[in-house]
C-alpha cells in the first residue's frame, strides 16, 4: 500500500503501458506485444518494444507507399483513430491475448461506414461507446460509462483515483467534439493532475478541467467473469451491422450545422458520398463540388485519408471473418465465408483505388476533373454494391443467430418487398413488440411500405422505445407513410419523447425538430416556438435544438416571429448560438423595432454575438453596425480579428469609409487587418492608400498589403 501513496512530485501507482499501432500502419497492422518498464525519478515510465509486429504490410501501409511514389513524396500515413487506439491500449493491459482486429470487429467498427452533412465515408464515431462495452465484454470486462450527464467532475475524479489504485486504467474522452482520447494511468494528489496517455505521449490533464468538459470516461466495472464470450459478443456484434446498414438518413443529426443537416449511416453513407463529389452527369444527384471546394485543402487530405481508414476496416472485415468462420456450424461459416470474400474484393478492387485516385495535399485540380469526379463515383457504386453483398450475407447469419421464423426473416431481409398481405403485416407489427431490439428496428423500417391505421399507431408507439435506433426507424416511416394526423403526432412525442435513448449520441427531439420544420401545417409553430426554449436535457450539445428551433420558427412565422426572436436575443440565460440566430434573423426580417436591442448586444463580450448584431443593424440600414465591426477589428485576438472581417467583407462596399482608418491605425495587426477587407471590398481609388504601406515596418503588414494590391489590380 505504501507504493501506493501520491508522493511528492511523483505519480501513483505506476502506469500500464500505452499501446499504439505503428506510426502509418493503419488500422488493420498488427500490434506490438513486448513491453519494457523504466523507472525515472520517484516514478515509472512505460515504453514499447516492437516484437511481434506482422511484416506483411496493410492495404493502408501499402496505398502509402504507393501514393508517395505517385505524389513525389507526399506522406500519407493513416493515423490511428483516437478512441480505438486508446481503448485498444486499455484492452491490451487487462487482457494480453487480445488481438486488435478482435476490438474492431466486435466493436463494429471494421463493418461500419458513415457520412455526415461534412465528412465523407469513413468508421462511425457517433456512437463509439457502447460498441467498444460490447467489444470488453468479450473478454470477460464489464465497463461502465461516466458523462458529464450523469455523474458530477468529483465523482468521475474519485472513481478515476480509485481504478489507478486498483491498477486498472481508465479511458478519457475529455470532449467528443474533439475527437481525443486518454488513457489515465496515474495521478497526483498534492498538483491536482492525472497523468494521460495517448499516442503522442504522457502528459498532464488537471482535475477541475473535467468540470470545462463534456466528458466521458470508461472505468472497468468487473473482471474475471466468463472469459470465452467472444462468440456472443460477434453475434451481438453481426446482428447489430447488419441494421446499422440500413438506417435511413438522419436529419437533425449534425450540431452546429443548420438544418436540414442530414447524416447517412450504412449502405445509404455511400450515396451521400457520391452526392458530394457533385458528378452533373449523374441523374438525380445535385452539384456538392462548390460546397466541396469551399472547405479547403484541409478537406481533400481528408477524403483520401478517410477512403484509407475505410479500406482498412473492410481489410480488417475480411481477415477477422475468416479467422472466426469455422467457430461457427456450416450454415453460418459459409455465409461469414461469403461475407469475407465480399469484403476483399471492395478493400482491394474499389477502395484502394478510391483513395489514390482522390486529391491528397494540394492537388486540387484533379477533383474539379469531371473524369476523375466520374471515376470516383463509379468506384463508390462498385464498393457500395459490395458492400450490400457481404452484409446480406451476414444477415443470413445474423438471422440464424436470432433464431427466427423462416417467413419473418424473409420479411425482415434487405431485400424483401413491401409487405401488403394481411398475414405478413400482422407478423411485422408483432416483431415492433420483440424482446431484441434490432429485430424491432427492422421491422419498423419494413412497415414504412405498408399504410394503415393499425401500422401507424404501432410506429406512434415505436417513437417512444428506449432504443435510440427503433424511435429513428419508426420516425423515418411515419415520415414516409405521412399520415394526415402526422404534425399532432410529432408535437406529442416531442414532450413524451425520452430525452436518452440507447445508441444514438443525443435525444430524439433533435430529429423531430426537423421533422417538425419540414411540415408545412401552421400547427406546428406552437410546438417549434416552443422548442426554441428548449434546454438540452440529455444533450451533449445542449444549444443544438433551441438554436435550430429559433432559425426555424422565424422562416416558417416570419415577421410574426419578431417579439420571439427579440425576447430570445434579450435573454442572457439564453445558448448563445440561439441569441446569434436570432440577431440574424431579426437583420434578415427587417425588424426596425429591435433596432435598440442589437445595438444594446453589440456590447456584449462574445465576438459572434456582436458581429451578428452587428450585421442585423447593416441589413437594416444603421450606420452604427459598420462602426461595431470596424472597431472590432481592433481585438488584439487573431480569431476574432479574422471572424470581424468576414463580418466586413460580408458587409459590402458601405463597410469602406470606416474600414479605411484603420490603415493608419497604430497597430500593425489592425493596419494589416484594414489591408485584407480593403482588398476585398474596394477599387482604384483604395489602392494608393494601401500602395502607402507597401513600406510599412511590419512584414505582416506589407505582406497583406502586397495581396490586397494584387486583388485590387484584378477588378
Excluded at 470545462?212 to 451481438?236: H, I, P, S, Y
Amino acid at each position: 500500500m505504501r507504493a501506493a501513496r501520491s508522493r511528492r512530485g511523483a505519480f501513483s501507482p505506476p502506469p500500464p503501458p500505452f499501446v499504439v499501432p505503428p506510426s502509418g500502419g493503419g488500422l488493420g497492422a498488427r500490434l506490438a506485444k513486448g513491453v519494457v518498464a523504466l523507472g525515472l525519478a520517484g516514478g515509472v515510465l512505460w515504453s514499447l518494444a516492437a516484437e511481434g509486429a506482422d511484416p506483411t504490410p496493410s492495404p493502408a501501409e501499402r496505398l502509402s507507399r504507393e501514393l508517395r511514389r505517385t505524389l513525389d513524396g507526399v506522406e500519407t500515413p493513416v493515423p490511428p483513430d483516437p478512441i480505438l487506439c486508446g481503448a485498444w491500449s486499455m484492452l491490451h493491459f487487462l487482457e494480453p491475448t487480445a488481438e486488435y482486429d478482435d476490438l474492431l470487429a466486435l466493436s463494429g467498427v471494421a463493418f461500419r461506414t458513415a457520412c455526415g452533412p461534412i465528412g465523407c465515408v469513413e468508421p462511425e464515431v457517433d456512437d463509439r461507446v457502447a460498441p467498444l462495452v460490447r467489444a470488453f465484454r468479450g473478454w470477460g470486462i464489464d465497463l461502465e460509462e461516466l458523462t458529464a450527464l450523469s455523474t458530477t467532475p468529483a465523482q468521475a475524479v474519485a472513481r478515476m483515483r480509485a481504478e489507478i489504485l486498483l491498477r486498472r486504467p481508465s479511458l478519457l474522452l475529455p470532449d467528443r467534439t474533439l475527437g481525443h482520447a486518454w488513457v489515465v494511468d496515474g495521478f497526483d494528489d498534492r498538483m491536482r493532475l492525472f497523468r494521460v496517455r495517448d499516442a503522442g505521449g504522457p502528459r498532464v490533464y488537471p482535475f477541475h478541467e473535467l468540470g470545462q468538459a463534456r466528458f466521458r470516461v470508461l472505468v472497468v466495472k468487473g473482471t474475471g467473469g466468463e472469459r470465452k464470450e467472444l462468440r456472443a459478443a460477434l453475434r451481438e456484434s453481426i446482428v447489430e451491422q447488419v441494421v446499422h446498414a440500413q438506417l435511413p438518413p438522419i436529419e437533425g443529426d449534425a450540431p452546429g450545422q443548420p438544418l436540414p443537416a442530414a447524416g447517412a449511416r450504412g449502405l445509404a453513407a455511400y450515396g451521400l458520398w457520391i452526392d458530394r463529389l457533385g458528378d452533373p452527369g449523374r441523374a438525380g444527384v445535385r452539384s456538392g463540388l462548390a460546397e466541396t471546394l469551399a472547405e479547403g485543402v484541409a478537406e481533400y487530405w481528408e477524403d483520401a485519408d478517410r477512403a484509407a481508414r475505410l479500406t482498412e476496416a473492410r481489410f480488417v472485415a475480411d481477415r477477422f471473418l475468416r479467422k472466426v468462420a469455422g467457430r461457427f456450424e456450416p450454415r453460418v461459416k459459409d455465409a461469414l465465408l461469403a461475407a469475407a470474400t465480399a469484403y476483399e474484393h471492395e478493400w482491394r478492387d474499389d477502395l484502394t483505388p478510391l483513395a489514390m485516385l482522390l486529391p491528397v495535399g494540394g492537388t486540387t485540380d484533379r477533383l474539379e476533373s469531371r473524369e476523375v469526379r466520374g471515376r470516383a463515383g463509379w468506384l463508390l457504386e462498385r464498393s457500395l454494391r459490395r458492400d450490400r453483398e457481404a452484409l446480406l450475407a451476414l444477415e443470413e447469419a445474423a438471422f440464424a443467430f436470432l433464431g427466427l421464423p423462416d417467413r419473418l426473416a424473409v420479411l425482415l431481409s434487405m431485400e424483401s418487398g413491401p409487405a401488403t398481405a394481411g398475414p405478413d403485416v400482422e407478423q411485422l407489427l408483432g416483431a415492433l413488440g420483440h424482446a431484441n431490439a434490432n429485430v424491432r428496428c427492422l421491422a419498423a423500417l419494413r412497415l414504412a411500405a405498408s399504410p394503415g391505421r393499425r401500422v401507424e399507431q404501432a410506429l406512434e408507439k415505436a417513437l417512444l422505445d428506449e432504443d435510440g435506433w427503433v424511435a429513428r426507424a419508426a420516425l423515418a416511416s411515419l415520415r414516409t407513410l405521412a399520415p394526415p394526423d402526422l404534425p399532432v403526432i410529432l408535437c406529442d412525442t416531442y414532450d413524451l419523447a425520452p430525452r436518452r435513448q440507447a445508441r444514438i449520441g443525443g435525444p430524439l427531439q433533435r430529429q423531430l425538430l426537423a421533422a417538425l420544420l419540414s411540415v408545412r401545417d401552421v400547427a406546428v409553430l406552437d410546438a417549434v416556438r416552443h422548442a426554441t426554449d428548449d434546454a438540452g436535457e440529455g444533450d451533449e450539445f445542449a444549444a443544438a435544438i433551441s438554436t435550430w428551433a429559433v432559425e426555424g420558427y422565424a422562416r416558417k412565422a416570419g415577421a410574426a416571429a419578431i417579439p420571439v426572436l427579440a425576447a430570445k436575443l434579450k435573454d442572457r440565460r439564453a445558448p448563445t448560438e440561439a441569441r446569434v440566430q436570432a440577431a440574424e434573423a431579426l437583420g434578415r426580417l427587417g425588424a426596425r423595432s429591435a433596432v435598440p436591442a442589437l445595438v444594446a448586444v453589440t456590447r456584449q463580450p462574445d465576438v459572434r454575438l456582436m458581429v451578428a448584431a452587428a450585421g442585423a443593424l447593416v441589413r437594416l440600414g444603421e450606420e452604427s453596425g459598420f462602426r461595431v465591426l470596424a472597431a472590432g477589428v481592433r481585438d488584439p485576438n487573431a480569431a476574432s480579428r479574422a471572424v470581424t472581417e468576414r463580418a466586413l467583407v460580408e458587409a459590402g462596399s458601405g463597410a469602406l469609409e470606416h474600414v479605411l482608418p484603420l490603415l493608419r491605425n497604430v497597430y500593425p495587426r489592425v493596419r494589416a487587418s484594414g489591408c485584407r477587407v480593403v482588398g476585398e471590398l474596394g477599387g482604384a481609388r483604395e489602392a494608393p492608400a494601401v500602395a502607402a504601406l507597401l513600406g510599412d515596418e511590419s512584414p505582416e503588414v506589407r505582406a497583406a498589403a502586397e495581396a490586397a494590391l494584387a486583388a485590387l489590380r484584378r477588378r
